[in-house]
C-alpha cells in the first residue's frame, strides 16, 4: 500500500479512537459507581439504540472482514456463514430474549441462578461465559492485526503484533473507565459507521455491474477457477463425509450459538422492560439481516472483480477481501479515489473490531467479578466492590486475548468465531433453555450441562486440525489431531444438552417447583422482575 492510504486510514482511525475516548471519559465522569451503572447502564436505553447497539456488538470483524473473504475464495459455501448469523437471531427473538430480560440482572448466571443453588451454578456459568468470550476475543485481534498487514504491506510482522497489543489496551480502557454506558455508544456509532461503509460498497459494487446480479455471479464464477461449480455447494464442505459434517457441525454452531454469547445476553439487561427488550430486538434483526445480505454481494463482487488468487495471496484466510475490494472499486492503487475508499474501509474495519472487543471485555469482566469472585470470596477476606473487580477482570481478559491473537494470526476471523459460537450453544444454550422450560431442571442438572458442553468443546478442539495437523494449523510442525472435524458443534452440543438431563435425573435433589413456578411467572409476565 502506498503512503497515502497508510496515512488517510491512520487518520480516519485516530479521529475513531479520539471520539470513543472522549465518549468514555465523558461518561467516566458522570458515573454512579453503582454495579446497575457499569454493568447495564443504568438500564436507561431505548429500543431503538439498544438495537443499533446490539447489531454494533453482533457485526463483528468477522462478519465483515471474515464471511466477505470466505465467499470471496468458496462462494456458496462461505454464504452459509451469513444466513447462519443472521437465522440465528430469530432463535434469540422467539426463545430468550423477553425471557433472560425478565429473569435476570446483569449475567447469564443470573437468570440460571433464580431457581438453582447460587454457588455451583454461578462458577460453572461464569467460567464457560469467560471461556467464549475469550475465543470471541481473539477473532477480533486476529482481524486487526491482518487488517494492518494489509495497510503497512503485509511486510511488518512487528507492527502486526503492536497493532494487537494496542487494540487490547484500548478495550481495557473502554471498559474500566466507561462501563456499559460508554461502550454502548461507541456501539452505536461504530454499528452506523459500519452500516453507512456497507451500503456506500454495496452500491458500487451493483453498480460496477449495472445492477445485473446474474453478471456479478457469472464474472465471480468465471474468475473463481471453479466455473459454476463455485455457485454450487461443495467447494469448501463437499469433499468427504468429514467434510460434509463439518458443514453440519458449523450449521449448528452459528444458528443456536447467538443465544449463549454473554456480550449479547447482556445487552437486554440495558432497557428497562422486557418489552423494550423485544423491541430492540426487532430493530437489530432489521439491520442485522440488511448487512448479512450485503456481505453476500461484497463477498462475489471481491471474487468478481479481485478474483480469489488474489485475495489469497494477500491473506491466505481471505480476511483482506473487503479492503481491497474498496480500492478497486475506488479506482485501483494509486488512485485518490481508491486511497479515499480504502483508508474509510479501514478505519471502519478497525472502529468494528475495537467497539467488538469493548462488548466482550465487559461481559467477561463482569461474569469474572458478579459470578465468580461473589461466589468465591470468603465472608471474613477484605470485600472489594464487584465494579473494581470488573476493572482488574477487564484487564486479564485483555492480556489474555492479546496472547491468543498473536498465536493465532493466520486463521480466518468468521471461522474463529464459528468456534466461540460452538463453544456458547454447547454449554451456555443447554442450560439456559433448561432452566427456563423444565420444571423438573436441578443444580446438578445446571452444572452438569454448562461442564458437560464446555470441556467436550474445547478438547475436541485442542485434538482438531484447527490446533495441529496440517498447513493450516496453529502449530503446522506437529500432529496430535484426534478429531477430524475443526468445529465441534455436532458432538458437543447434543452431550450438553445430555448431560443437563442425566445430571437431573440422577440428582438425590427433588426439583424446587416453588421458585420454578416463580421464575416462570416472572419469566412470562415480568412481574419481579429489576
Not at 254 to 282: D, E, K, N, Q
Request: net charge neutral; proline share 3%.
Amino acid at each position: 500500500m502506498t503512503g497515502d492510504h497508510q496515512t488517510l486510514a491512520l487518520v480516519l482511525f485516530s479521529v475513531f479512537v479520539a471520539v470513543t475516548l472522549a465518549i468514555t471519559t465523558w461518561v467516566s465522569r458522570h458515573r454512579h459507581g453503582s454495579a446497575e451503572e457499569f454493568y447495564a447502564g443504568g438500564r436507561l436505553f431505548s429500543p431503538l439504540e439498544n438495537g443499533f447497539a446490539i447489531a454494533g456488538d453482533y457485526m463483528s470483524a468477522a462478519s465483515f472482514l471474515g464471511i466477505s473473504g470466505l465467499i470471496a475464495l468458496y462462494g456458496y459455501d462461505g454464504m452459509l456463514y451469513s444466513v447462519g448469523f443472521l437465522v440465528a437471531w430469530l432463535v434469540v427473538l422467539l426463545l430468550v430474549a423477553e425471557l433472560v430480560r425478565n429473569c435476570g440482572r446483569f449475567t447469564l448466571a443470573d437468570v440460571v441462578a433464580a431457581r438453582m443453588a447460587e454457588r455451583p451454578v454461578r462458577i460453572a456459568a461464569g467460567t464457560s461465559s469467560v471461556a467464549v468470550s475469550v475465543l470471541y476475543l481473539v477473532a477480533q485481534m486476529v482481524g486487526a492485526g491482518s487488517l494492518v498487514a494489509l495497510l503497512l504491506g503485509g511486510s511488518s510482522e512487528a507492527a502486526r503484533s503492536w497493532t494487537v497489543i494496542g487494540v487490547g489496551a484500548l478495550m481495557v480502557i473502554y471498559v474500566s473507565l466507561g462501563g456499559m454506558r460508554a461502550t454502548t455508544w461507541i456501539q452505536i456509532v461504530k454499528a452506523v459507521l459500519l452500516m453507512a461503509g456497507t451500503v456506500a460498497l454495496t452500491v458500487l459494487v451493483l453498480l460496477r455491474f449495472h445492477g445485473d446480479v446474474n453478471s456479478l455471479l457469472s464474472t465471480a464464477a468465471e474468475r473463481s477457477g471453479h466455473g459454476l461449480g463455485f455457485l454450487a455447494p461443495g467447494l469448501r464442505y463437499g469433499g468427504d463425509w468429514t467434510a460434509r459434517l463439518d458443514f453440519i457441525s458449523l450449521g449448528l454452531a452459528l444458528v443456536l450459538g447467538t443465544a449463549g454469547l454473554p456480550h449479547i445476553l447482556s445487552r437486554f439487561y440495558t432497557v428497562p422492560t422486557a418489552r423494550a427488550a423485544r423491541r430492540s430486538v426487532v430493530w437489530s434483526i432489521g439491520l442485522i439481516g440488511s448487512f448479512y445480505l450485503m456481505t453476500i454481494v461484497l463477498g462475489f463482487g471481491a471474487a468478481a472483480l479481485i478474483g480469489p488468487d488474489e485475495v489469497r495471496a494477500s491473506n491466505a484466510s481471505g480476511n483482506t477481501a473487503v479492503p481491497l475490494l474498496a480500492l478497486d472499486l475506488g479506482g485501483g492503487a494509486g488512485s485518490t479515489g481508491g486511497t479515499v475508499l480504502f483508508a474509510i474501509v479501514a478505519a471502519v474495519a478497525f472502529a468494528t473490531i475495537l467497539a467488538v472487543v469493548a462488548g466482550i471485555t465487559l461481559a467477561s469482566s463482569a461474569s469474572v467479578a458478579h459470578d465468580l469472585y461473589s461466589s468465591l470470596r470468603r465472608r471474613h477476606a477484605k470485600q472489594y466492590s464487584e465494579v473494581a473487580v470488573a476493572r482488574v477482570a477487564a484487564a486479564g481478559i485483555g492480556a489474555a486475548a492479546i496472547g491468543l491473537g498473536l498465536l493465532a494470526r493466520d486463521l480466518n476471523v468468521a471461522f474463529l468465531v464459528g468456534l466461540a459460537f460452538a463453544v456458547a450453544a454447547s454449554a451456555n444454550l443447554p442450560v439456559l433453555l433448561y432452566s427456563l422450560f423444565w420444571r423438573k431442571f436441578t443444580t446438578r442438572g445446571a452444572v452438569w450441562s454448562v461442564y458437560g458442553g464446555l470441556i467436550p468443546a474445547v478438547l475436541l478442539v485442542l485434538v482438531s486440525p484447527v490446533v495441529s495437523g496440517s498447513a493450516e494449523s496453529l502449530f503446522p510442525g506437529i500432529d496430535f489431531q484426534l478429531f477430524p472435524l475443526q468445529n465441534p458443534g455436532v458432538v458437543s452440543i447434543p452431550l450438553g444438552f445430555l448431560a443437563g438431563w442425566i445430571g437431573t435425573v440422577t440428582s438425590s435433589e427433588p426439583p424446587d417447583e416453588a421458585r420454578h413456578a416463580e421464575t416462570e411467572v416472572r419469566a412470562l409476565t415480568g412481574a419481579g422482575a429489576v
